[in-house]
């Protein structure tokens, strides 16, 4: 049919978590909460982006109630930072920002290498560096191959190698079974600002199929 569809949006539910856990039946509050999410998500991806942050979940058990940020990285110490320095200080923007206590947790990603979002951010910052973008993509495929995916594609698109006209090139290697709903897709994307413009790269990895689901269907 054509559509494109997000990967991890598409599994919400079945192999994906939600990223922000909470409910209301009011509107007003709802909006009120919705923005309180981004601004947290934006504030700790700008003061630790070379932390190696892959996601950011959120959960309140009501409107009122305190907010508990759980924040995934490859580098957790940095954002604990000296005797928790960071992590207080964070903890004090966050509460300016949003007005209400916020909890925050620092969660060590166990395999960088096997996680979509670290993983188009280790091209984004080749990249950055100027290495060309075949190098950086199949080394960044030889890394997640040897980590154990089962599955990965790598895209970047922008002004590849400074040419005049925008392109897109990707490389893929292993299973990626994109429309099969049992399969494990992990997805990433960031942007590398380049001399020639931003450079966007998307990565996929396929971890295999969920074996619960499976055994549930038979």
Known sequence: MGQKTHP???????????????FTSKKREYA??????????R?????FSYAGISKIEIE???????????????????IIGKKGVNIEQLRKDLKK?????????????????????LLAESVSQQLERRIS??????????????????????????RLGGSDMSRTESYL?????????????????TEAPTAYGPIGVKVWVNHGE???????KE
């Not at 504030?43 to 003061?47: L, P, Q, R």
């Not at 309140?60 to 940095?78: H, L, N, Q, T, Y």
């Not at 920002?97 to 979002?117: L, Y």
């Not at 290697?173 to 994307?189: H, M, N, Q, V, W």
Request: net charge positive; aromatic share 6%; charged share 35%.
């Open 32 to 41: 009120k909460m919705l923005a309180e999410d981004e601004h947290i998500r």
């Open 173 to 189: 290697e292993g299973r990626l079974p994109l429309s099969t709903l049992d399969a494990k897709i992990d997805y990433g994307f």
């Open 97 to 117: 920002i949003t007005g209400r206590e916020v909890k925050v947790d620092a969660v060590e990603v166990q395999n960088p290498d096997r996680d979509a979002k």
């Open 60 to 78: 309140r058990k009501s409107a009122e109630d305190i907010a508990r940020v759980s924040v995934f990285a490859a580098r957790p110490g940095v």
């Open 8 to 22: 991890t949006g598409f599994r919400v539910g079945i192999t994906q978590d939600y990223r922000s856990r909470w």
């Open 133 to 158: 973008f075949r190098r950086a993509m199949k080394k960044t495929i030889e890394q997640a191959r040897n980590a154990g995916v089962e599955g990965i594609k790598i895209m970047c698109s922008g």
């Open 210 to 216: 969920d074996k619960a689901l499976k055994r549930g």
């Open 43 to 47: 504030k700790i991806n700008e003061d």
